[in-house]
């Protein structure tokens, strides 16, 4: 008769120091568990809300900086110098 998976993995649980023997708990006690145990999956839509906003807001001042003249003017000499290198 062949071995089912389930079989098989409650064997190699035994087997491993996770496996502790002790009884189920009953339905109240896990479904606390679960939830003081469990942390949180992802944001909900207002954390994306303020996210996004965050994010356009720090793209506004970078696209300030980044068109400023002394910004400007030092990326072009940056890039200048870059093509007259010698090689």
């Known amino acids: 008769m062949e071995t089912k998976f389930w079989d098989r993995a409650v064997a190699a649980l035994?087997?491993?120091?996770?496996?502790?023997?002790?009884?189920?708990?009953?339905?109240?006690?896990?479904?606390?568990?679960?939830?003081?145990?469990?942390?949180?999956?992802?944001m909900t839509t207002s954390e994306y809300a303020v996210g996004t906003i965050a994010a356009c807001a720090f793209a506004a001042v970078l696209y300030k900086v980044v068109n400023s003249g002394p910004v400007m003017s030092a990326l072009q000499s940056l890039v200048e110098d870059a093509l007259d290198a010698k090689f």
């Not at 035994?14 to 606390?32: D, E, I, Q, V």
């Open 14 to 42: 035994r087997g491993s120091r996770l496996f502790t023997g002790a009884p189920a708990r009953s339905a109240w006690s896990a479904r606390w568990a679960g939830r003081l145990g469990r942390s949180d999956q992802g």
